[in-house]
């Protein structure tokens, strides 16, 4: 069974950076879409980095211009670079299929402070 580990979280100011890797255990980057999520403290989990196939890379609104996401199929990793961090976007990090089909990991837990 494939497994899934992030890291990279922290805590950081305002207006800094972080960069979050996820690893996988399978070669699950070849075969499917792969994302990258966030649960922010009371809300939902919530996709906010779509990897497709061999298609360019979608951002939803809330992160657009500020992540940059890149993926390297061959050693199942991929990472998600964060700047210009704002405090809404605290939350645990998760990567993961899309749609999310594996077990989900423990997430980075990123924390941006004021």
């Known amino acids: 069974q494939v497994q899934l580990v992030e890291s990279g979280g922290g805590l950081v100011q305002v207006g800094e950076s972080l960069r979050l890797s996820c690893a996988a255990s399978?070669?699950?980057?070849?075969?499917?879409?792969m994302g990258w999520y966030r649960q922010a403290p009371g809300k939902g989990r919530e996709l906010i980095v779509t990897?497709?196939?061999?298609?360019?890379?979608h951002y939803s609104d809330s992160v657009k211009g500020r992540f940059t996401a890149s993926k390297n199929v061959a050693e199942n990793t991929m990472s998600l670079q964060m700047n210009n961090l704002k405090t809404d976007d605290t939350a645990v990090y998760y990567c993961?299929?899309?749609?999310?089909?594996?077990?989900w990991g423990q997430g980075t837990q990123v924390t941006v402070s004021s």
């Open positions: 399978g070669d699950v980057f070849i075969r499917t879409a």
């Open positions: 990897l497709p196939r061999g298609s360019p890379v």
């Open positions: 993961n299929a899309v749609p999310p089909t594996i077990a």
